[in-house]
């Protein structure tokens, strides 16, 4: 069965404290992995997609990296305003499908 | 501006009520999908549209429906709401398979 899985579930930091997410996944033919960004009351916002092992996006101070079974979000010297719940996707099999998995997100705090 | 948008943003009713959340995007986009979040489950797929005319179930179809007559528009059905539909929707689309959604603020919907 198609899975994801994140942790840790809440990650508490300082200002400064770089870190990093993790999204494992087992789906059977990978087209696609995903990170968005959840603040309270909005939907997810887009961050970046990543499509095959080694590949790597940056985006100011966060890092995507993926490989055959996992990837990571890096955040590095996290500022107050990256506090959000970060979540993972995976579109997974052959076909026109349009179905998504998604993991249940890493809620990340950052204390000034 | 490209947006997803959804109404009601919040809906309070009873069981059995018989009610409809729209959605509609501005991007002409193919694909549109229904997403209910709940707290430990993350989010859930109910039903995706690959075009017009063309929709089919997500993970948690039971108790919904949708229909796709334009592009633009994905409304989601609800015939006769029970407690257990209690939650965060979100409508979501995307142009091609592999890219990102697109997601609306959400509907908060209490069935009372």
């Known amino acids: 069965e198609d899975q994801v899985t994140q942790s840790p579930e809440a990650l508490r930091l300082q200002e400064g404290e770089s870190s990093s997410l993790n999204c494992s996944y087992t789906?059977?033919?990978?087209?696609?992995l995903f990170w968005y960004r959840q603040d309270p009351g909005k939907g997810p916002e887009f961050l970046f997609t990543l499509y095959s092992a080694g590949e790597e996006k940056e985006k100011e101070r966060l890092k995507a990296t993926l490989t055959k079974k996992e990837s990571f979000l890096h955040i590095t010297a996290p500022k107050p305003e990256d506090s959000a719940t970060y979540l993972c996707?995976?579109?997974?099999?052959?076909?026109?499908?349009?179905?998504?998995?998604f993991g249940t997100g890493t809620l990340l705090a950052v204390q000034p | 501006e490209a947006q997803v948008t959804q109404n009601p943003r919040y809906l309070i009713t009873v069981t059995g009520k018989k009610l409809t959340v729209t959605c509609s995007q501005n991007?002409?986009?193919?694909?549109m999908s229904w997403y209910r979040q709940d707290p430990g489950l993350g989010l859930r797929q109910i039903y995706y549209?690959?075009?017009?005319?063309?929709?089919d179930k997500g993970d948690v179809p039971e108790g919904y429906k949708v229909s796709r007559k334009e592009k633009r528009n994905f409304p989601l059905i609800l015939e006769s709401p029970s407690p257990n539909q209690t939650s965060l929707y979100f409508c979501?689309?995307?142009?091609?398979?592999?890219?990102?959604?697109?997601f609306g603020d959400g509907t908060r919907l209490s069935i009372l």
């Open positions: 996707a995976v579109q997974a099999g052959g076909g026109a499908t349009n179905k998504l998995i």
């Open positions: 991007m002409n986009h193919e694909y």
């Open positions: 549209s690959m075009n017009v005319e063309v929709t």
């Open positions: 979501a689309s995307r142009a091609v398979l592999g890219t990102p959604q697109h």
């Open positions: 789906v059977s033919g990978l087209r696609g």
